[in-house]
């Protein structure tokens, strides 16, 4: 028997090896695993579809049933337990210390493997982008403005007769230029890998996340290593250092000039707010970066080209709009021209109420045994979350609720003391979709400006249309997410 067991080690030595390695994970998580008992409250299940396991009608009937207590959502990657209303402000104001931002985006897209939550949890990333790039953004809007026809040009192109469009591809390709010429610059913005490599690892980062769920935890180190998509990112970041390299070393010596003007691009920010200048940690800022901005922008305008096309009778007030305010000031994008677009600002929140990014937003893990003020004990490495849906679909706050009406918010504004509400920036406890509070997104604002200055040239350009017959594209469900349709065409056609 022995002599047996001494043969399979001689001639498997990796079967061996995994059999260790899952007896020590497997001890590992019965002697050191967290033992906090999960809070007792009512759960619920999604819904399997055609389109993705949706938890919408879920979170409708559970926060019916439990309007002013905590329900757990059973999703798949990971229990999240729904706060209601009366702890937004309670969970706003909290310390990282105590509810992280970071640590949930970390947990829920296995970080370890996906690289989400690490470089980004940096103080010094989120300064580059809540100082210096919202104290820079009236320097962005000529670059936007002069990237965009590029962008379009060679992700949509002339066309002179309709012409089927594959949408979220399009937005992938002309977000990732244009965020690309304002975060790393010129020189690396119009690279064809560079672009590739910002498209593949934000598209490779969340469905490699989404694979790795499928395996039991104790698994996940060896399946991370057979997944693709996972040794995709990895591979792409090599690269990215590499094709920044020449470009970092000659910025490092500019900056070493006495007359250096640094340039209002991310890279300085980075540099001028982090420690790690070698281009393997600076590289990996920037796919941080291009993965958080590429992923929820395209997705947003993906969304709002749908509803266009869905309904037209927007499109010529839109246009209307568009050409008094860009001749009143000489065809040039700045912040006074692009606070006077009332009507695109509302109808991009109206397509975000809509089709929000997900059903729950200020997502958390509880990083201490919290005890919140009714006396509500959340056990440590909870996630937590706010409702955000069920504020969407609310006749209270909005007429006819269930329809869309792009101009809903412009209409709203006009009434005296609303001129500043109701924007698609403005987080409140009816708009979280971008969070609220403290960790609010900061990059909101640029991606606002970004999406409105490539959807006026849109407007401008192209007719938009669905195709005959059919329908706006249905949008996907993974979970607590909801996401566009990822091959959706809709029709365009060249303005002559």
Request: glycine share 6%; aromatic share 10%; charged share 20%.
């Amino acid at each position: 028997m022995i002599e047996d067991v001494l043969q399979v080690v001689e001639q498997s030595p990796r079967i061996v090896s995994l059999g260790v390695f899952l007896s020590l994970s497997v001890l590992y998580y019965f002697l050191f695993a967290s033992k906090s008992k999960p809070l007792d409250v009512p759960s619920y299940d999604g819904n399997v579809t055609p389109y993705g396991v949706e938890f919408l009608s879920t979170i409708e009937k559970a926060s019916a049933e439990h309007p002013d207590s905590i329900f757990r959502l059973n999703t798949a990657n990971y229990d999240t337990l729904v706060l209601p209303p009366k702890y937004i402000d309670e969970v706003k104001a909290a310390p990282e210390a105590k509810f992280s931002i970071g640590a949930e985006l970390y947990t829920r897209n296995l970080g370890r493997y996906t690289l989400i939550g690490t470089v980004g949890r940096a103080h010094g990333f989120v300064n580059s982008i809540r100082q210096d790039l919202n104290r820079n953004l009236a320097l962005t809007f000529p670059t936007l403005q002069a990237e965009t026809e590029y962008a379009t040009g060679t992700s949509i192109g002339d066309c002179p007769e309709w012409k089927p469009i594959a949408v979220y591809s399009a937005a992938l390709r002309m977000v990732a230029l244009l965020t690309g010429r304002v975060f790393i610059g010129p020189q690396l913005s119009r690279n064809e890998e560079w672009i590739g490599a910002s498209i593949q690892t934000t598209v490779d980062t969340f469905s490699g996340s989404f694979k790795l769920w499928n395996y039991h935890w104790s698994i996940r180190p060896i399946m991370a290593r057979l997944l693709p998509e996972i040794q995709n990112i990895h591979k792409q970041n090599k690269r990215v250092a590499e094709l920044l390299e020449p470009v970092l070393a000659e910025r490092l010596r500019q900056m070493s000039q006495p007359d250096f003007k640094p340039p209002a691009d991310m890279l300085q920010f980075f540099l001028d707010n982090l420690d790690g200048k070698d281009a393997t940690y600076q590289a990996a800022l920037q796919s941080a970066i291009n993965v958080a901005a590429i992923h929820t922008t395209s997705m947003n305008i993906t969304h709002v080209i749908y509803d266009l096309a869905a309904n037209p009778e927007h499109i010529e007030p839109l246009r209307a709009e568009l050409e008094e305010v860009i001749s009143m000031n000489g065809g040039v994008w700045d912040k006074n021209s692009i606070i006077k677009l009332r009507k695109m600002d509302s109808f991009i929140r109206e397509s975000q109420r809509m089709s929000p990014p997900g059903i729950v937003s200020m997502s958390r893990r509880v990083q201490q045994d919290v005890v919140l003020s009714d006396g509500t004990k959340l056990p440590k490495g909870t996630l937590v979350a706010c409702d955000s849906w069920s504020a969407t679909r609310d006749s209270n706050l909005w007429e006819n609720p269930e329809v869309f009406d792009g101009f809903r918010f412009e209409k709203l504004r006009a009434i005296p003391g609303n001129e500043a509400k109701y924007q698609f920036v403005t987080s409140s406890p009816i708009n979280m979709h971008f969070g609220h509070g403290s960790h609010a997104c900061p990059g909101r604002f640029f991606v606002a400006n970004e999406i409105k200055i490539l959807m006026a040239h849109l407007i401008q350009n192209y007719d938009i249309a669905l195709k005959p017959g059919c329908e706006r594209p249905q949008s996907m469900y993974n979970n607590i997410m909801i996401l566009p349709n990822m091959e959706g065409e809709v029709l365009f056609r060249s303005r002559r």
